[in-house]
């Protein structure tokens, strides 16, 4: 496990590197994602463990219902 530090990252290279700050996020690292210097979004690990235990009761549902996959 890397830790719980928290990484600052660019909007375009968290698109390059989605899958990489995914695994952070999910290891326990928070993830600060900026556009032009400035804080848009903070990937982190989800609490708890409800979602994983019935995945179609969470959040990623309706990501889905809007055309949203989970994977390419």
Same mark, same amino acid.
């Given at each position: ?7 600052? #990252? +660019?909007?375009?290279? +968290? ?9 952070? +996020? ?6 600060? #994602? ?5 804080? #848009? +979004? ?23 219902? #809007? ?6």
């Amino acid at each position: 496990m890397r830790g719980h530090g928290m990484r600052t #990252i +660019a909007a375009s290279e +968290a698109a390059r590197s989605f899958m990489a700050i995914l695994k952070a +996020a999910e290891d326990g690292e928070e993830v600060v #994602i900026t556009r032009a210097g400035r804080p #848009i +979004a903070k990937l982190v690990k989800m609490a708890g463990t409800e979602a994983q235990a019935n995945p179609d009761k969470g959040p990623g549902s309706r990501m889905r219902s #809007i055309g949203w996959r989970d994977h390419p």
